[in-house]
């Protein structure tokens, strides 16, 4: 495929994420949007008169076989995610998939086994990778001047953030779980990134539900459907030990008392300095002269949009064949840390983790 040959773009789901890939892919050029399917058809007839996309389809499997088609964006609830993709690949299509890659490890693997036999590209889209602050970071940390990074931090807690009570988000049966595998995957993918992607080897981790089940710590997020299920945890807290030597801990809530939404903060602690990568800044902090010194990276002030570069990032993978960044193994690896995370709540043992 050519720098110049248009790529054709179909989109299953019309909800809020793949109305944001419609308006993304929209701005890319030598892109066609050439299809959308919902299993709602008036939400994929709205998005398409919205967005000029040329065909609704109306079934997934419909848009998948269509020899008009390249890409496949999925961005449906969590359970779906893998016979789609599964699918897709198997037709020969390149694959976007939303975060988390699948609804759990098992599921996760049938994806990497389909893209090596299909060689087509699947990427799982994590724009948080693609802010200027996280690219900024993982270009220090490549420097060297950190030194060994042998313990990393990544938080995300919200305090009032359960998103639409009762949708199928607070159902595990289509969602996998709760804040962990919603943002916390997010965190989780960022982390590991910017310590190497070193191998998690065990886990050791808790959840808990104590507002959820009361129909607290909902906020504006989503619509709350009061006759609908809540059985997934509102906070996750774990401690991930990988191949390196090193460790990383992950704590990210929808719910809890705390003084501040604490935003996504990822902190890198390395023998030589540390780093602190905010939304809007990073932070380097390090020792000389028996004094212990900071200085604030500050944000560009012509920053790109994440999701734009990552879009971009994904074609350029479709056009050459190179690797996405964060590509199907990647995405396993975060399944699995996520399988052990919330097995580890159950026994209250830690657990091992093999890729
Ligand atoms: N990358 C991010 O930051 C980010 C942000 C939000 C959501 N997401 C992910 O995107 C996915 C969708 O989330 P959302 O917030 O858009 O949810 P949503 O509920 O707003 O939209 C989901 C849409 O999928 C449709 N749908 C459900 N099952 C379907 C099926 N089998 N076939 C076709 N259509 C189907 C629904 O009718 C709905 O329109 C989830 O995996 C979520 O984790 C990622």
Redesign the pocket.
Known sequence: MTQESKIRVGV?????????HLDTFGKMPNVELAGI????PG?ATAAATAHGVRHVFSE?AEMIGSEEIDVIV?????R??TD?AVAALDAGKHVLL???MAIDGTAARRIVEAQKSSRRTLMV????RWSAMAREAKRQVETGELGKVYNGKAVMMRRKAI??WG???TRKSE?GGGPL??IGV?MLDLGMWLMGSPKPISVFGSVYAEFGPEKRGTGRW?TPDWNGVFDVEDLATALIKLDTGATLSLEVSWAVNTDSDSGHQIHLMGTEGGLSVYPKRVVYTGQKFDRAFDVEVPSPADEENPRELMTRHFLECVRTGETPISDAVSGLANNLVLDAIYASAKTGESVSVSL
């Open positions: 299953i789901g019309a909800g809020f994420i793949g109305r944001v399917c919902d299993a709602v939400a997934p999925v961005a449906v609830p969590n779906f995610h789609l939303e975060k988390p889209a994590h724009q948080m998103p639409g949708s199928w988000f969602s595998i919603d997010h989503g």
